[in-house]
């Protein structure tokens, strides 16, 4: 899509609908993550969704968790209205790029701070530092499942 600008709106419905063929160059699901955060800011809530659990699926493979995009992920739980999974989700994020020494890339860091306010703002002070220490001793394999369930078999798609 780079440098074409003869259909962006085409092309942005395309990449809606086949995310996968952004996966060429970034196949460790960073480039996924990104791809999931513009969508959110943009207000494509269910099709972020899709998305980032796409690449939780490959940055748990390639790097062990998914800190990097629950991190992100925590902002898309709060525009579903998921405000004390989000402070969940996000405690364990920021707990987990501590642990590793990892800064979040600038993006990131925007996104978690709005989101600290928003919280701050909309959840008592109390309840939001319970949330946070609940947060930070949540595994990776349970922040994953909270922010994203499993789909039950009645959701599941059949063949």
Request: with cysteine.
């Amino acid at each position: 899509m780079e440098g074409d600008i003869r259909n962006p709106g085409e092309q942005a419905v395309a990449m809606i609908a086949r995310p996968e063929a952004l996966t060429v160059r970034w196949s460790d699901g960073r480039g996924l993550r990104v791809y999931a955060t513009a969508l959110i800011v943009a207000g494509h809530l269910d099709e972020a969704e899709r998305i980032y659990r796409k690449s939780l699926d490959e940055l748990r493979r390639y790097y062990g968790n998914g800190a990097p995009a629950l991190l992100d992920a925590a902002t898309w739980l709060a525009r579903k209205g998921r405000l004390e999974d989000a402070a969940r989700v996000l405690a364990y994020a920021d707990a987990a790029h501590e642990r590793e020494h990892r800064s979040p890339r600038y993006v990131a860091r925007q996104l978690r701070e709005r989101l600290r306010e928003e919280l701050a703002q909309r959840l008592p002070k109390e309840r939001l530092a319970r949330l946070y220490e609940e947060g930070r001793s949540l595994t990776d394999d349970v922040a994953c499942e909270l922010a994203f369930p499993s789909p039950t078999p009645s959701e599941r798609p059949r063949p």
